[in-house]
T-cell receptor
Framework: GAVVSQHPSRVICKSGTSVKIECRSL??????MFWYRQFPKQSLMLMAT?????????EQGVEKDKFLINHASLTLSTLTVTSAHPEDSSFYIC??????????FGPGTRLLVL | GDSVTQMEGPVTLSEEAFLTINCTYT??????LFWYVQYPGEGLQLLLK?????DKGSNKGFEATYRKETTSFHLEKGSVQVSDSAVYFC???????????FGEGTQLTVNP
């Protein structure tokens, strides 16, 4: 099946710094990518949807200036958490969808902000 | 709006026991329905799906039938294994859009 990778898998940073998370579709072209956030023992919360070459669409309550999303190519999307704070600590998961309907999920990135 | 409701967990079973995880949904149209599985420390993997009423999705011994009359998509497995321990998410996607709506997830622990 299709593969989606995320990098890094785990990151620890100091409060106030920015962190970039990459999401890549390895064997298909992802016209749409999604970014989710998952708190412990909770479901996934959709943060934003991005289409290649256009601005991301953010869900209500998600700060677009804090969570910068770039979908520069058909195989790469990045999420940058700017000026991270401890409350931003979470598990961030991307997913990608190509011509087929199925969404493929990345393995997730665990962010810990100290 | 769309919503998915799963039975509350956690669910703890002994190996070879029968598993049912209930899932019901609310949608305005005719959604596609999915079950995803999340193993510890990993992202979600598609387990099975059904795209129309009365369809049965199946994979790795798991089954779920799309029941329009009861708006349900319950997950079942006849004999669980320790390796099935994970969090299971029911989800739907409206036909008109591409976003997935997830249930809260159900933690399953299978003991040897």
């Amino acid at each position: 099946g299709a593969v989606v990778s995320q990098h890094p898998s785990r990151v620890i940073c100091k409060s106030g710094t920015s962190v970039k998370i990459e999401c890549r579709s390895l064997d298909f072209q992802a016209t749409t990518m999604f970014w989710y956030r998952q708190f412990p023992k909770q479901s996934l919360m959709l943060m934003a949807t991005s289409n290649e070459g256009s601005k991301a669409t953010y869900e209500q309550g998600v700060e677009k200036d804090k969570f910068l999303i770039n979908h520069a190519s058909l195989t790469l999307s990045t999420l940058t958490v700017t000026s991270a704070h401890p409350e931003d600590s979470s598990f961030y998961i991307c997913s990608a969808r190509g011509q087929q309907e199925t969404q493929y999920f990345g393995p997730g990135t665990r962010l810990l902000v100290l | 709006g769309d919503s998915v409701t799963q039975m509350e967990g956690p669910v703890t079973l002994s190996e070879e026991a029968f598993l049912t995880i209930n899932c019901t949904y609310t949608a305005t149209g005719y959604p596609s329905l999915f079950w995803y599985v999340q193993y510890p420390g990993e992202g979600l993997q598609l387990l099975l799906k059904a795209t129309k009423a009365d369809d049965k999705g199946s994979n790795k011994g798991f089954e779920a039938t799309y029941r329009k009359e009861t708006t349900s998509f319950h997950l079942e497995k006849g004999s669980v294994q320790v390796s099935d321990s994970a969090v299971y998410f029911c989800a739907l996607r409206e036909t008109s859009g591409s976003r997935l709506t997830f249930g809260e997830g159900t933690q399953l622990t299978v003991n040897p």
